[in-house]
């Protein structure tokens, strides 16, 4: 079997490793993902109880890469101080050690039933979270599997000298070691699978003890590098990127002097060169976790006063002009309000543009954007809600002020409702039309982009309703409303003569264009109901449509005494 050949069967079978264990953190993700983000924000009280959330987390994850991103999306949001954050980390670290000692005995006999019984639950299933797990235990059978299979493929080959001679020059030096398997860390975005790759190739024997050992100090380091990338330009996230980084670093010039009496300390405690390996990656992580969890506080003003906190992005679901303080003087407070109201007439303008722009390019990404900035939107929703709430609440408001905060108050949820019809209906159909690979027709296509110009036109008038409060204005939004429910009717008939006239494209997206052109329709009532206040109070609408009762043809003129 020549070498080439090996490579590539090696390489072959850990990413087998890395895709089961990909399966493993989906299917929790989607199992228990929100259950987890709640768990892991109760522990952000004291550092303890983060420390024990962050294991637990990254033993259910298998990725304390994950769980370390899930800290830095905190720490950005500004919802975790650096502190816990840090306590977090260091949990996660230790939970991937339970990881690890669990795979170092020989379990890869049970495989096959995981991932039968995943299959089983996948395919039978009725409920949502059960097809998760199905998919947790088809990657835990995946991750048994590989490792079987990497075991498979090093033993036929492991007394060959070439690749003795590889590995004896590769690993002849500590420093090496650690970059190497740092590299090899950053790449599979998991060192997890990189220790159980260095425990694999110590069983064999192919490397050293002592070249082991450097190995998986370089895993630890490399964990860090997808943290520091997730970071971006957010100074907090980078404070905690550093300090993860400053805890390995520290635990590996601690190491580096010692190795060769850290090997023998090893195979005193266990004569399995694997589970040297599995031991000493537990050792590592507790041993720093019990180092620098009372030491949190000044190494988090260390990183401090490395990255100095500065000026950050905008966070665009956080208000910019709301201010507690106007709140007792209701105009200033509704002036602050109508600004942040038009900011979220800014983010659902985006949104629109943007899901025409994913149905047009298939562009899953864009869909991704649509949920982030419909969550910037609720949030927004709330800030409004709240401030509104609070300037209600004032003694003796005028009633101009007290009908501009109803207003405003309504214009905001309907601005609510919009985002979520994009988020929760039109975000899906754009994504089933994706995975379906479906085309609507070029005339369908057409319908559906009038209607989307026309929806956003209508959303600048009421911008313009909303600001000036001009009756003109209101009664030119309400028969766009006319309009755009003339144009869903229009693009209906001609999609129903589509159909007669057999066009496959029109036939294969029937209900989706149907259902598209109704909730552009929806959406467009939403926007319009701006206008209802002000037609209202000047009587240019009644509050209801319904005729009075002593006016319906047929009824009694009025009604006996």
Not at 112 to 120: D, E, K, Q, R, T
Not at 222 to 227: F, M, R, S, Y
Not at 364 to 370: E, G, I, M, P
Request: hydrophobic share 50%; aromatic share 4%.
């Amino acid at each position: 079997m020549s070498a080439t050949f090996v490579l590539l069967q090696l390489a072959g079978f850990v990413a087998l490793l890395l895709w089961g264990m990909r399966m493993v953190h989906t299917g929790m993700v989607r199992a228990f993902g929100g259950n987890l983000r709640r768990f892991l924000a109760t522990g952000l009280k004291s550092r303890w109880k983060a420390f024990l959330a962050g294991m637990g987390i990254t033993a259910l994850l298998q990725s304390s890469t994950a769980t370390a991103l899930m800290s830095t999306s905190f720490i950005a949001a500004g919802f975790m101080t650096i502190v816990p954050a840090l306590a977090v980390t260091l949990g996660a670290n230790v939970g991937t050690t339970l990881i690890v000692q669990v795979l170092s005995f020989k379990v890869s006999a049970v495989a096959p039933l995981f991932m039968l019984a995943g299959v089983i639950a996948f395919n039978r299933g009725g409920r949502t979270r059960t097809r998760d797990l199905g998919r947790v235990s088809i990657g835990i059978g995946l991750i048994l599997l590989a490792l079987h299979l990497i075991v498979s493929t090093i033993e036929p080959v492991e007394k060959t000298a070439a690749l003795r001679d590889l590995f004896a020059i590769v690993s002849a030096d500590p420093i090496i070691d650690i970059v190497l398997a740092a590299l090899l860390t950053w790449a599979a975005y998991s060192s997890i699978a990189a220790v159980l790759l260095i425990m694999t190739l110590a069983e064999h024997q192919i490397v050293a003890p002592v070249a082991a050992i450097a190995l998986v100090l370089g895993a630890n380091l490399g964990n860090v590098i997808p943290q520091y990338f997730a970071a971006g330009t957010n100074k907090a996230a980078r404070q905690l990127a550093l300090g993860n980084l400053i805890v390995r670093c520290a635990g590996c010039l601690v190491a580096i002097p010692v190795l060769p009496w850290l090997a023998d300390a090893m195979a005193a405690l266990d004569a399995s060169p694997a589970r040297q390996v599995a031991n000493f990656h537990t050792l590592f992580n507790v041993a720093l976790a019990v180092v620098f969890i009372g030491l949190l506080d000044p190494l988090a003003r260390l990183c401090a006063k490395l990255i100095p906190p500065g000026p950050t992005a905008a966070d665009p679901g956080a208000p910019q002009y709301l201010d507690a303080a106007v709140v007792k003087s209701p105009s200033l407070a509704l002036a602050d309000a109508t600004r942040e109201v038009l900011r979220m007439v800014d983010i659902v303008q985006t949104m629109l543009t943007t899901f025409l722009e994913a149905l047009r390019s298939d562009d899953r990404k864009l869909l991704a954007t649509l949920a982030e900035m419909d969550d910037d939107l609720d949030r927004l929703h709330n800030a409004v809600k709240q401030h509104l709430m609070a300037i209600s609440r004032q003694d003796g408001l005028s009633e101009v002020d007290a009908n501009r905060c109803s207003d405003i108050l309504a214009f905001t949820i309907n601005l609510e409702h919009v985002g979520d019809i994009l988020d929760k209906n039109l975000r899906e159909l754009a994504a089933k039309k994706i995975k379906r690979k479906l085309t609507f027709s070029d005339d369908g296509l057409e319908e559906i982009s009038n209607m989307h110009r026309c929806l956003l036109d209508n959303l600048h008038l009421a911008t313009s309703v909303f600001v000036l409060g001009d009756i003109q204005s209101a009664r030119a939004l309400m028969a766009e409303k006319d309009r755009m429910r003339d144009l869903e009717q229009e693009a209906n008939d001609n999609h129903l003569r589509r159909l007669r006239e057999g066009k496959p494209q029109s036939i294969e997206t029937s209900s989706l264009h149907i259902d598209i052109t109704r909730d552009l329709k929806r959406i467009a009532a939403h926007i319009a109901s701006v206008a209802y206040p002000i037609l209202e109070r000047t009587g240019s609408i009644r509050r209801s449509r319904l005729r009075d009762e002593d006016t319906v043809p047929g009824e009694p003129q009025h009604r006996p005494s």
